[in-house]
């Protein structure tokens, strides 16, 4: 750590983070593993989202994480608004052949707290389209490998503008499908877990 990380003089278990929300507290530990007690460091890292606090647990020999926990918990349950039928124009008597396109309808407000035996830590991880289930971004040059950029809310409402229709331009509305896309994802992994698909099963 001391290599990538400043330590200051008056604190010396307190490190200047570049790029954090503020420096990190780090106090030496041991930590118990399959192979052993391994000499580590517990640090404290606020995000560069100044919102979430993670708690880590970083090999001292290989810096490698060797446990992260994020405690920070929203006063509200996350939400997002979303499509929550099959198609932002979905068809008003199904089955029934249409002679034109359908109106466009509203999106609608959904929770993110996901179903309690599917998603016991809910939908959402952090600030972000971020969680236990999946991780949503999107990645525009298509780099292989790269983390997605999320889409990003510090007060837990995911409420980003959309408009669809001629002449909108998709590109300017990435957050809005990102987080219609996290929505059905969690969705589906909730359904299937439901049905018997859960971690024993390969969930």
Not at 1 to 24: H, L, V, Y
Not at 82 to 100: E, I, L, R, T, Y
Not at 149 to 177: C, E, I
Request: hydrophobic content about 40%; aromatic content about 14%.
């Amino acid at each position: 750590m001391a290599e990538r990380f400043a330590p200051f003089a008056t604190a010396p278990n307190q490190f200047a983070g570049a790029g954090f929300g503020d420096n990190i507290d780090a106090q030496p530990v041991w930590f118990f593993t399959a192979g052993g007690l391994r000499p580590a460091w517990l640090v404290y890292v606020v995000d560069d989202d100044n919102v979430n606090a993670f708690e880590m647990v970083i090999d001292d020999a290989t810096q490698v994480v060797l446990a992260k926990n994020n405690p920070t918990w929203f006063d509200d349950i996350p939400r997002g608004l979303v499509f929550d039928h099959s198609s932002p124009q979905p068809n008003p008597n199904p089955g029934a052949p249409m002679k034109a396109a359908p109106p466009i309808i509203d999106r609608t407000e959904q929770s993110f707290a996901g179903d309690p035996n599917a998603s016991p830590m809910g939908w959402v991880s952090s600030a972000s389209t971020v969680g236990n289930n999946v991780i949503v971004g999107y990645n525009r040059l298509g780099t292989q490998y790269a983390m997605p950029v999320t889409a990003s809310s510090a007060n837990g409402a995911f409420d980003f503008p959309l408009t669809l229709g001629l002449g909108a331009q998709p590109l300017n509305f990435s957050d809005a499908s990102t987080v219609n896309l996290f929505y059905w994802v969690n969705r589906a992994h909730d359904w299937y877990y439901g049905l018997g698909f859960d971690e024993p099963a390969g969930n």
